[in-house]
């Protein structure tokens, strides 16, 4: 990694040699190109749009005016097409680049997966885990010039426009793909995705050296029926949670577009959704915004939602996308819709060339129409996996780790003391991928790095735990038996004798759910869609088609049930329970256990027993045990269990007993319930998927070379916690996250330990009282009290005590991570605007600093708090409800049985009663002592007509008016309904009692 200053310096140095040199090209008419308007041949070079002199903008509208229809709608694919004419070659849409350059498509080849073979840094939840803005900006960098260096090597392959960060909040550890966001927090998520943002487009204030996308936008966290749930974002949550994260890193510049989601939001899908283009408003630079991979496809597929492609990609890009992600490599599909649509006064030109427009000025800005490719041009081959890029892939490794306990200072290990270790556990010797993970150049294992670190002082015995066994076919007396490699050799019980290709080694990954893997060949059994085959290192693929149940029968035999993921789908009309054929061939075609082939199991070798006795033999015992990111969690598969595997579990504490100097690695991709583990085992470390660097960094922490700093961004909960519905979105109402879960749990947010002792000093606020317009800074002063150099992460949270709405328990403000020698104290400051104490006023539809006094909170977690202090801010005070003015449905403060659905298709958003009985509450509205009328806006699309009820102080209080909808003959015609009210006196709480299918978008009460 070069450092900025002298990275600026080298590229005006190559850039004003590269630029002598085109214009020496342009004045021999070396480059030439045909004018789009008259035909005649000029000089490339002297095209205004080829001219790096001119601003931007001058040359988009240039080029753009250059451009015919049919080529400006080319440019509204992932797959932008060429204009040979004018010597434009082809643009790709998106690199993945979650953490590392991870893999793209090849449009010489169907489109393709290419996989990178790049530096791979810790997932993103471990590179949030550092909370250190410096490291992941730095980190960014590195990604931002590998992805320079492959586009160098293939740049119809490796564009440069990058799908990463994803910003979305972990608000529910079971979702699938928890590993590749940061935090259930919005500013932490914020200030991660803006620092990795930054670092990816370089430094440049005009260029940019890749461009990040952020994903996936909006109130997206759940992979079952992801294309068809409606995820319900109540104004609070939509602004104070959700777009927060979104916004944090578009107000500073550090993204170029965001991909919108396969879900619905409030009942209208986010490919749609006005959300997308509103975000322009926002962004400090230009953006360029893409749908989701096969996203328009879902509008009229599984959605439902248009009748028409064309209807929906019309929707589409007047919603506010740029890039429609579908069809492969071909953009036919998409020309013909968008072409039909014009046609129909659907869509208009203008909103051709403002999707064409934005896909330009993104290709300008990355230096494509330059002569020398703007100033990251001579980014090379040489980038990629670079020393100084491995160097900061194992220091992000060892910052990503979070110490979660350490009893007795059982850490560090001691080398001089500890010279012999077994490091035990199925991921004791292995580094896995994921499926946004490229191919590392190398990998260190635990086992290797603590190897390395010990050196010829010490030794390693490396064991995983795994139970080897025999299967043999109970028909036949023949073992199963792997015969090859090749996708051709297929699984049969076809030996007489267990030998080394009849033995399989059981890896537990939970939830029923093992894998095989042969011992003579290395390597997992998995279905090559017809039979089975060992070809395959790692489970992998889309289906993860290696996944495999051992289920366990009255006579003391077992079936063997196939659980690659293509079994759920509703195309699948294959079996699931394997049975061995005529032949031998095993295959998955039968669907019952009793037309299964039974096998007897074989235990070979007790993985427990063997790694109890390395654990006994050795001085320390290290066991790395956790996750396969390929089936504990991933895109298009939601956790069902946060339980650690059942057979790794029995090996933690088998190996314990057997060696008390024992230390717990949980090495996987989200919160884990491990309340066992805390109550007896000495020592926990846990890491996410941490790259190519994982057994270095491991090694480093683990004999203390490196002082554990990482904090965890997501609360860990206790075994046995009901948490809400993965569907349920309302965080504040279902009370998710650390700020709102009046629980206790396991580990707090932002929990994690140090090998050294900090202590904290009185907390100021200056001033001590502060206009909604104003600035505090809070010092801390921060002193290691410990015997060694370490660093610590210094959490601000605050609480608001009085508010018109209910607020945080805590509320994370700011953060500053500061390194301190032993003994060695800092004052620490952390400013914060009394902006961001606002919140969202429902009753006028505004942000809003309320008068009140917050307490500040600073400490090491959520929980942790080491010092308070209070904060006197004068905003103002939410006044009553006026409903004589307009008041929009979606604006109550309550509700319950309540869905938030479109108002059209196009704008709005209404509240839906599916049931009858649902109910939305205004409060604290000015309800007055005479008759009003109450007038609401309701549509509602059945046989028979229903009732709105208004009554006052509870959903089973007084009637006072009650409204009947007649049927509108539509959910989205909407026709004025009126009652005669008469409320009480004074202020109170009104509530909305709608009748089953009844939508009300605003009323009114006057």
């Not at 926990?684 to 270095?696: C, K, L, P, Y």
């Not at 960094?697 to 961004?713: I, M, Q, R």
């Amino acid at each position: 990694m070069v450092h900025p200053s002298r990275s600026v310096r080298r590229r005006q140095t190559r850039r004003t040699a590269a630029l002598a040199a085109a214009v020496v090209v342009a004045a021999t008419g070396a480059l030439v190109a045909p004018h789009a308007a008259t035909g005649a041949v000029v000089a490339a070079a002297d095209l205004p749009f080829r001219d790096p002199r001119l601003p931007i903008g001058e040359r988009v509208k240039d080029l753009m005016a250059r451009l015919t229809l049919d080529e400006r709608i080319g440019l509204l694919h992932q797959y932008q097409q060429p204009v040979p004419r004018l010597g434009i070659g082809i643009f790709k849409a998106g690199t993945e680049a979650l953490h590392g350059l991870a893999w793209s498509n090849n449009h010489r080849d169907n489109g393709n997966v290419v996989t990178a073979t790049a530096t791979q840094f810790p997932q993103a939840l471990g590179l949030a885990s550092t909370w250190d803005r410096g490291l992941v900006e730095q980190i960014g960098s590195a990604i931002g010039d590998e992805a320079r260096g492959m586009h160098a090597k293939d740049p119809e392959v490796w564009g440069l426009n990058l799908w990463a960060p994803v910003v979305n909040l972990l608000r529910d550890p079971r979702w699938g793909r928890n590993e590749e966001g940061y935090s259930e927090d919005a500013t932490l998520t914020g200030a991660i995705a803006t620092a990795y943002g930054s670092g990816i487009q370089g430094d440049d204030p005009t260029y940019l050296k890749a461009a990040p996308t952020l994903k996936h936008f909006i109130g997206y966290n759940n992979e079952a029926q992801r294309d068809t749930s409606s995820s319900n974002l109540p104004p609070r949550v939509l602004k104070e949670y959700e777009l927060k994260a979104f916004e944090a890193p578009l107000k500073a510049g550090a993204a170029t577009g965001v991909m919108a989601s396969y879900n619905l939001v409030n009942g209208r899908p986010a490919t749609v959704d006005p959300l997308v283009g509103e975000l322009r408003s926002v962004s400090k630079t230009p953006l360029f915004n893409v749908s989701d991979a096969f996203a328009p496809g879902n509008l009229v597929g599984s959605q439902k939602y248009f009748s028409t492609q064309a209807e929906a990609d019309a929707a589409m890009f007047r919603a506010g996308l740029d890039a429609y992600v579908g069809d492969n490599t071909d953009p036919t599909s998409m020309t013909t819709a968008v072409k039909a649509a014009l046609a129909k006064g659907l869509m208009t030109e203008a909103d051709v060339d403002a999707a064409a427009s934005h896909a330009l000025t993104l290709r300008f800005r990355l230096g494509e129409f330059d002569p020398d490719g703007g100033p990251y041009g001579a980014l090379g081959t040489s980038e990629v996996n670079a020393p100084e890029h491995q160097r900061l892939a194992r220091r992000a490794a060892a910052e990503a780790m979070v110490l979660l306990k350490n009893s007795k200072d059982a850490l560090p290990l001691d080398a001089a003391r500890e010279k012999k270790v077994a490091v035990i556990g199925q991921l004791a010797d292995t580094v896995y991928s994921d499926w946004y993970g490229g191919n590392a150049p190398y990998t260190v294992t635990p086992a290797d790095g603590i190897a390395k670190r010990l050196g010829t002082s010490g030794s390693v015995s490396s064991i995983e735990g795994v139970d080897r066994i025999a299967l043999r076919d109970k028909a036949t007396g023949k073992y199963v038996t792997s015969r090859g490699t090749t996708d051709t050799d297929t699984v049969a019980a076809s030996a007489d004798t267990a030998g080394p290709a009849a033995q399989f080694d059981v890896f537990d990954w939970g939830e029923d759910v093992v894998t095989l893997r042969n011992v003579a060949t290395g390597n997992v059994v998995g279905s090559n869609w017809s039979a089975f085959v060992t070809k395959d290192k790692q489970p992998n693929g889309w289906f993860v088609q290696q996944q495999f149940a051992i289920e366990n029968q009255p006579d003391g035999s077992v079936v063997l049930r196939y659980a690659g993921y293509e079994t759920g789908e509703s195309w699948y009309g294959g079996g699931t329970y394997v049975r061995v054929g005529d032949d031998g061939i095993l295959r998955a075609d039968v669907k019952s256990a009793a037309e299964a082939s039974h096998f007897t199991r074989e235990t070979l070798r007790s993985g427990v027993a063997e790694a109890a006795a390395a654990a006994a033999s050795s001085d320390a015992a290290v066991l790395v045990v956790g996750s396969m990111p390929f089936i504990n969690g991933r895109e298009a598969r939601d956790r069902t269990s946060m339980e650690l595997p059942a057979a790794q579990r029995r090996l933690v504490e088998a190996v314990l007993a057997a060696n008390p100097n024992t230390v717990l690695v949980l090495e996987t991709s989200y919160p884990e319930t491990i309340d066992w583990a805390q109550q007896t085992v000495p020592a926990i470390v846990w890491t996410t998927h941490a790259g190519q660097e994982t057994g270095n960094a491991l090694a480093d922490v683990l004999f203390g070379d490196v002082n554990p700093s990482g904090h965890l961004t997501q609360t860990w909960y206790r075994a046995g916690t009901s948490l809400p519905s993965i569907y349920d979105y309302d965080i504040i109402k279902s009370k998710r996250t650390y700020q709102y879960y009046a629980g206790t749990p396991l580990y707090p947010f932002g929990h994690g330990l140090s090998y050294t002792d900090f202590a904290y000093g009185p907390v100021t606020a200056t001033p001590g009282s502060v206009a909604p317009d104003g600035t505090v800074a809070v010092r801390v002063t921060v002193r290691n009290t410990g015997t060694r150099a370490g660093e610590d992460v210094v959490q601000l949270y605050d609480h608001q005590r009085t508010s018109r709405t209910p607020q945080p328990d805590r509320r994370l403000l700011g953060f500053a991570k500061v390194r301190l020698a032993a003994g060695e104290s800092r004052q620490v400051a952390i400013t914060v605007k009394a902006a961001d104490l606002a919140v969202w006023d429902v009753t006028r539809g505004r942000w809003v600093v309320e008068r009140s006094v917050h307490d500040l909170f600073v400490g090491r977690s959520a929980e942790d708090i080491r010092a308070t202090a209070s904060l006197d801010v004068r905003g103002e005070v939410v006044p009553p409800r006026d409903l004589s003015t307009p008041t929009r449905a979606v604006n109550f403060d309550d509700y319950s049985g309540i869905s938030l659905v479109d108002e059209s298709k196009t704008s709005g958003t209404s509240v839906a009663s599916p049931e009858a009985g649902g109910w939305a509450v205004y409060r604290d509205a000015r309800l007055g002592a005479r008759a009003v009328t109450f007038t609401a806006q309701a549509a509602l699309d059945g046989p028979a007509a229903a009732t709105v009820e208004l009554r006052v102080g509870s959903p089973t209080g007084a009637v006072v008016g009650r409204a009947t909808v007649a049927p509108t003959g539509s959910v989205y015609s909407y026709r004025p309904v009126t009652a005669s009210v008469t409320a009480p006196a004074g202020n109170g709480d009104l509530y909305l009692v709608l009748g089953k299918g009844v939508r009300i978008s605003s009323f009114t009460l006057r």
